[in-house]
C-alpha cells in the first residue's frame, strides 16, 4: 500500500490549486486526474476572464492552466495521468487504476475535486448523432481543432452556452440560433452580446420539440412555452442543423464522496446533491475535503479560490501551517471570493454555502 500526506482526487483548477497551496507549505502532494492531459476545463476555455486582476481578469483560460500546471511542477507535485480512483474507503484508503494496474493507495487528507458532468434533456430523437452537450462541442473545438458541425442550435442561454455558442462562430460554425425555456437570457451579458453581434437570434421562452434525421440530426424542431412551461401548440419552428448542442446545467461529480460516507444535501442552486462541508472546504469525514463543481456548481475562477482554501487547510492541519499564517492567507482568500459571490446569483450561492456549513453543524 503507497501512503501519501495528501491526494488530490483531479488536477483540474480546483485539484491544482489545493495542490499548489499545500506542497508550498511543504506538504507531499500526489494528484491523480483520468485524463491524458492535466488542467481540466481551463484548457478548453479560450477566452478571457473577467472580474478583477486576482481573478485574472484578461487572461484566458488555457495560460489560467499552463500557469498552474507549471508552479505545481515547480512546488513537486506528482501528477499521476490516466488515473481512476475507483472509490474512498475507510481511513482514507483508495483503489486507484492507473493506466492497467490497480494501487492501493492511503492518505492522510484528501481533496475530492473531480468537477462536473453535463446535463441532458430527453426529447424525441435525442439519441441521434449530432445531440452533444456543449462541453463536448467545446472540446472537440478548443482540444482536438475538429468543428462538431456546420450549422447548430444551441439549448441553453446560461454562461456555457452562450460562451459556447460564440465559441463555435469562432470555430467556423453557424449558429442558427439560441435557445432557453427560461424567458430571460441566463448568462453574463457580457457573452450573450458578442453572439447576438453576429446576427444569432435568442429565442427566450422556446424549448425543443424534436431532433430529425436519417442517421444523425437533419433538422430540429422547437416550440414555445408558457409562464408555467407547457408548449404552445401551433408555435413550433424549425431550423436545417446538423448538430444540436445541449448546454442545460451541470451536475456534480459526486459519486466518490458519496461513497465515502460524507453527509450530502440537495441544493438545487448549487446544481443538486452537494457533499456539506465547513468554511476550510472539510466534510464530514475528517480529512475529506472539497473543492471546485463537486461542492457546487460555480465559475472556474470560483474553484480556483476553493482549492487554495482547502490546500491550505489541509497544510494547516497537518501542521505545516501555523495556525496565525492560516488564518490571515485563509480571509485573504475569503476576501477574493467575495467579489464573485455577488449580485443575486452569487448571494444565492453565498446563502447556500452558509447552509452547507450549518448542515455540517448538526
Not at 444535501?265 to 473543492?291: D, F, K, M, R, W
Not at 479560490?305 to 492567507?329: C, H, K, M, T, V
Request: proline letters at 4%; one cysteine or more; glycine letters at 12%.
Amino acid at each position: 500500500m503507497r501512503r501519501c500526506e495528501m491526494v488530490s482526487i483531479g488536477a483540474g483548477p480546483a485539484g491544482l490549486a489545493g495542490a499548489i497551496e499545500a506542497a508550498r507549505n511543504g506538504v507531499e502532494v500526489v494528484a491523480f486526474d483520468e485524463n491524458e492531459r492535466p488542467g481540466g476545463q481551463l484548457f478548453k476555455q479560450i477566452h478571457k476572464f473577467f472580474g478583477s486582476s486576482v481573478h485574472q481578469a484578461g487572461v484566458r483560460g488555457f495560460n489560467i492552466g499552463n500557469s498552474l500546471l507549471d508552479e505545481a511542477r515547480k512546488l513537486g507535485v506528482e501528477v499521476s495521468l490516466k488515473s481512476v480512483v475507483l472509490g474512498i474507503y475507510e481511513n482514507n484508503v483508495m483503489n486507484v487504476m492507473i493506466r492497467d494496474k490497480i494501487e492501493q493507495v492511503k492518505a492522510e487528507r484528501i481533496l475530492v475535486a473531480t468537477g462536473a458532468s453535463e446535463n441532458m434533456i430527453p426529447f424525441p430523437g435525442w439519441t441521434l448523432p449530432g445531440v452533444i452537450g456543449a462541453g463536448a462541442a467545446q472540446t472537440m473545438a478548443n482540444l482536438h481543432g475538429i468543428r462538431p458541425g456546420k450549422r447548430l442550435l444551441m439549448v441553453g442561454s446560461g454562461n456555457v452556452g452562450v460562451v459556447v455558442a460564440y465559441q463555435m462562430l469562432q470555430a467556423g460554425c453557424e449558429v442558427a440560433a439560441v435557445i432557453d425555456a427560461a424567458p430571460k437570457i441566463g448568462g453574463y451579458g457580457v457573452h450573450a452580446a458578442k453572439v447576438a453581434r453576429h446576427g444569432v437570434p435568442f429565442l427566450m421562452s422556446h424549448t425543443m420539440k424534436g431532433a430529425h434525421g436519417k442517421e444523425k440530426v437533419e433538422k430540429a424542431t422547437i416550440i414555445q412555452v408558457d409562464e408555467k412551461w407547457k408548449p404552445i401548440p401551433g408555435t413550433e419552428k424549425s431550423f436545417d442543423v446538423d448538430t444540436i448542442c445541449i448546454a442545460v446545467g451541470l451536475n456534480p461529480m459526486n459519486k466518490l464522496v458519496r461513497m465515502s460516507g460524507c453527509k450530502t444535501v440537495y441544493v438545487p442552486v448549487l446544481g443538486g446533491l452537494i457533499p456539506a462541508h465547513n468554511p476550510n472546504q472539510e466534510t464530514s469525514i475528517p480529512g475529506v475535503y472539497v473543492a471546485g463543481d463537486v461542492s457546487g456548481i460555480e465559475e472556474a475562477s470560483t474553484a480556483i479560490i476553493e482549492g487554495r482554501i482547502a490546500g491550505l487547510a489541509i497544510a494547516n492541519s497537518l501542521d505545516y501551517l501555523d495556525e496565525g499564517p492560516f488564518i490571515e492567507q485563509r480571509n485573504q482568500q475569503f476576501q477574493n471570493m467575495e467579489g464573485l459571490r455577488s449580485g443575486s446569483h452569487g448571494d444565492a450561492r453565498s446563502k447556500a454555502k452558509e447552509y452547507l456549513n450549518a448542515v455540517m453543524k448538526g
